[in-house]
């Protein structure tokens, strides 16, 4: 079992294949953090490695601890509390009926199961009994009568935890949570780098890293979805830590809101990190007998770089966070029309893309935004689900048959959580889009955001939804979400419960995705904000794929699909060839064949040759399927630090088979080029498949694999190689 009690010490420890995490309940009841990182055999001697003299006259001495030199201000804590001490950020913070927000969580008990419990309205990884186990440690708060309720889910064979808070009233009377963390990280030292994914719309997750520093730092999202200007993960890694070697600790949330990673370095140069739903702007009341349920954070460790830690979340999350059948089951190979067409399609311009996706072997056609309502350009329509005859003749159940006629599936477009101030749905309700009162509603994309927050919005979208899918033959629904929050309010909710509203939105949308993915379970979900607004693990839970980003040139992509890599799974990114003529269609193929891979063109305005090209790459589709969606990935050169080349490889998990492929995005410096591949088996024989040669794996990966350019053409800009390597 992966938990382990010790009853006399009072220290757990959970045990992964290859991390140790300990805590220990000290004498007076405060949850201490001893240590996480490389397995431990043993825990004898780990409660002497953290510093605990209270070491200047400043810091508060604690009045349960017989000891004048224990300071909660200096001490590692699993769930550390505001005001009674500890003076570093806090990861819960509780006002009670007197008015103060002093909060001081001592130890009741513990329970220890097998299995996971679900997260009440809310995404998390799941396991059954035997898959993992779960440590669940009540806290209490005597004065104010609140209990917090930390859970630890140790995912053995996956160097992976789960962890949330579950808060209770016990008390007589109301509190309000200024702060509710999902899980506390303390690190010992401050020699870390931090790993995050930065960027904007159309340039999202790009890698950056850099040292920390004394003092708060930190990422987060005020935007009310999770945008695309921070993505809710961080890696924090030795500074010695490489992409292939090195300790490194992952940090991601299964979260689509507002959340903050928060970090503090405090004068003795140790480093707390918080993860969770942001503080700033959230204030949840809890009556007594009510309770409230964080976000889960998932937390992984490695101690061979930021490549072992990548895959170790890829793996992880497609076997115990994307519960939706398609994340294992062959996708359809589809067409969007959005880039082909934008606005601009009838139901023959549609049967057309059909019948020329069928020649090319394209399995389904999408029709993207602009089939309902009166939805003409972006300014008006959103929030009226029906059917635009005038544009789609005979309706949709019409076109959808003679798309299927063809041998084609068809897939649609949803903006569910909006709404145009030109709308039949805005003329019924104008208190359905969020506007605070006295306010301007701020308009962005010409669009406001429903109050998700409500009930009767989600049903009547609901409704809508369910009344075009259940009567047609759809197979795919892209959701997509065009605008963050601005004058955040709800009609419903009464004034001391407006701090709620930004994750009673998240709540709100989770219900109406469940919802959705429940009543029609076989369909496959594409998740898509603006790109990649929302990629993240909230998403995958209802979801196998997001699109990941609106800039569809695959030398851009590189530096998108890289940094999207660091947490979640190639197989859920979605990655078309687009019309972009920057390089020619191979290139655009091999970066797209590191996602989901599809198309994103008229097919009409293709040529001959590249019509050729096309019915290839739908066979390497095919063909490298399982390699792409099931193998592992290892990142070779990242595109943010080689300013010529990026290059990356997928390998089978019984290391029987591997695609290489490398994307020149500049003429190299020098033509000699030798790149060492990895993953291999060093001991086995590989066939390249193309030139029929064969290398010892060691040799691929150890000597390398000659790639030195020869014509013009190999080393020109966004050129690219793609090997196949077969076992012998
Ligand atoms: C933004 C998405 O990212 C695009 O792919 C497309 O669906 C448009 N919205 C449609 O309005």
């Given at each position: 079992m992966p938990i382990f009690y010790n009853e006399n010490t009072r220290i757990f420890k959970l045990d992964t294949k290859s991390s140790t995490y300990v805590l220990q309940v000290n004498e007076g009841g405060y949850l201490i953090h001893l240590y996480y990182g490389r397995k431990l055999p043993s825990t004898q001697g780990v409660e002497k490695l953290w510093f605990r003299g209270k070491y200047d006259s400043l810091s508060a001495q604690n009045p349960y601890v017989d000891d004048p030199y224990f300071s909660l201000d200096i001490v590692p804590l699993?769930?550390?509390?505001?005001?009674?001490?500890?003076?570093?950020?806090?990861?819960?913070?509780?006002?009670?009926?007197?008015?103060?927000?002093?909060?001081?969580?001592?130890?009741?008990?513990?329970?220890?199961?097998?299995?996971?419990?679900?997260?009440?309205?809310?995404?998390?990884?799941?396991?059954?009994?035997?898959?993992?186990?779960?440590?669940?440690?009540?806290?209490?708060?005597?004065?104010?009568?609140?209990?917090?309720?930390?859970?630890?889910?140790?995912?053995?064979?996956?160097?992976?935890?789960?962890?949330?808070?579950?808060?209770?009233?016990k008390g007589q009377s109301a509190v309000d949570l200024e702060r509710v963390y999902s899980a506390c990280l303390e690190l010992p030292g401050m020699g870390f780098d931090c790993v995050h994914l930065h960027g904007r719309w159309a340039k999202e997750n790009t890698v950056t890293r850099h040292a920390l520093q004394y003092g708060m730092q930190g990422i987060q999202s005020k935007r009310g979805m999770t945008g695309p200007n921070h993505n809710p993960f961080m890696a924090l890694a030795k500074k010695d830590c490489t992409e292939e070697s090195g300790e490194?600790?992952?940090?991601?949330?299964?979260?689509?809101?507002?959340?903050?990673?928060?970090?503090?370095?405090?004068?003795?140069?140790?480093?707390?990190?918080?993860?969770?739903?942001?503080?700033?702007?959230?204030?949840?009341?809890?009556e007594p007998g009510e309770a409230f349920t964080t976000p889960e954070a998932v937390m992984v460790y490695s101690d061979a770089g930021l490549g072992e830690m990548s895959r170790t979340f890829h793996k992880f999350y497609m076997d115990h966070l994307m519960r939706s059948e398609w994340?294992?089951?062959?996708?359809?190979?589809?067409?969007?029309?959005?880039?082909?067409?934008?606005?601009?399609?009838?139901?023959?311009?549609?049967?057309?893309?059909?019948?020329?996706?069928?020649?090319?072997?394209?399995?389904?056609?999408?029709?993207?935004?602009?089939?309902?309502?009166?939805?003409?350009?972006?300014?008006?329509?959103?929030?009226?689900?029906?059917?635009?005859?005038?544009?789609?003749?005979?309706?949709?159940?019409?076109?959808?048959?003679?798309?299927?006629?063809?041998?084609?599936?068809?897939?649609?477009?949803?903006?569910?959580?909006?709404?145009?101030?030109?709308?039949?749905?805005?003329?019924a309700h104008p208190d359905w889009a969020v506007c605070a009162p006295g306010r301007e509603k701020s308009l962005s994309r010409y669009q406001c955001v429903l109050d998700m927050t409500r009930q009767d919005v989600r049903d009547n979208i609901f409704q809508q939804m369910f009344d075009v899918i259940s009567k047609n033959n759809i197979e795919y629904i892209k959701w997509d979400c065009n605008r963050h929050i601005s004058e955040a309010f709800s009609a419903q909710?009464?004034?001391?419960?407006?701090?709620?509203?930004?994750?009673?939105?998240?709540?709100?949308?989770?219900?109406?995705?469940?919802?959705?993915?429940?009543?029609?379970?076989?369909?496959?979900?594409?998740?898509?904000?603006s790109g990649g607004?929302?990629?993240?693990?909230?998403?995958?839970?209802?979801?196998?794929?997001?699109?990941?980003?609106?800039?569809?040139?695959?030398?851009?992509r590189l530096t998108i699909q890289f940094g999207a890599s660091m947490c979640y799974p190639a197989s859920s990114m979605g990655a078309h060839v687009s019309a972009c003529s920057r390089t020619d269609i191979h290139t655009r193929a091999a970066v797209a064949m590191w996602g989901t891979f599809g198309y994103e063109l008229d097919p009409?305005?293709?040529?001959?040759?590249?019509?050729?090209?096309?019915?290839?790459?739908?066979?390497?589709?095919?063909?490298?399927?399982?390699?792409?969606?099931?193998?592992?990935?290892?990142r070779l050169t990242a595109p943010t630090d080689d300013p010529f080349q990026c290059d990356w490889m997928f390998v089978s998990p019984n290391k029987g088979e591997a695609l290489y492929t490398r994307v020149i995005m500049r003429k190299p410096d020098k033509p000699y080029q030798v790149a060492h591949l990895r993953g291999l088996d060093p001991d086995r024989l590989y066939r390249d498949e193309e030139t029929g040669e064969v290398y010892s794996g060691a040799v691929l990966m150890y000597g390398g694999l000659d790639l030195s350019a020869r014509t013009w053409d190999e080393q020109k800009d966004g050129a690219c190689v793609v090997k196949h390597f077969i076992a012998q």
């Open positions: 699993e769930y550390p509390c505001a005001g009674a001490g500890d003076l570093r950020i806090a990861a819960l913070q509780v006002q009670g009926a007197a008015g103060d927000a002093v909060t001081d969580l001592h130890y009741v008990g513990h329970r220890i199961s097998g299995g996971k419990p679900g997260l009440p309205g809310l995404p998390a990884t799941f396991a059954k009994e035997g898959e993992a186990e779960t440590l669940e440690i009540e806290l209490e708060d005597k004065v104010t009568g609140v209990h917090a309720f930390v859970l630890y889910t140790v995912f053995e064979n996956y160097s992976a935890m789960a962890r949330s808070v579950r808060v209770e009233n490194v600790y992952g940090l991601n949330l299964v979260y689509s809101g507002n959340f903050a990673i928060d970090m503090e370095v405090d004068d003795r140069g140790t480093t707390r990190v918080l993860a969770g739903i942001n503080p700033a702007e959230f204030r949840w009341h809890l994340t294992k089951k062959k996708r359809p190979l589809l067409i969007n029309s959005w880039e082909a067409a934008y606005f601009d399609f009838d139901d023959e311009k549609l049967v057309e893309f059909a019948k020329a996706a069928k020649e090319l072997g394209i399995e389904m056609l999408v029709m993207d935004d602009g089939w309902f309502g009166d939805r003409h350009d972006d300014l008006q329509a959103l929030g009226d689900w029906y059917v635009n005859e005038e544009k789609l003749k005979g309706g949709l159940a019409h076109l959808i048959e003679r798309v299927n006629a063809l041998g084609v599936k068809f897939g649609i477009w949803y903006e569910p959580e909006m709404i145009n101030p030109d709308s039949d749905l805005y003329r909710l009464p004034p001391e419960r407006q701090g709620e509203f930004f994750h009673r939105y998240v709540l709100g949308v989770y219900d109406l995705m469940d919802r959705i993915t429940t009543a029609f379970p076989h369909i496959l979900l594409e998740n898509c904000s607004g929302r990629f993240d693990a909230g998403m995958l839970y209802y979801s196998p794929q997001i699109w990941a980003s609106d800039n569809t040139d695959p030398i851009e009409y305005e293709m040529t001959d040759e590249e019509k050729e090209a096309v019915k290839a790459q739908v066979a390497d589709y095919h063909k490298y399927y399982d390699l792409t969606h099931y193998g592992d990935l290892y």
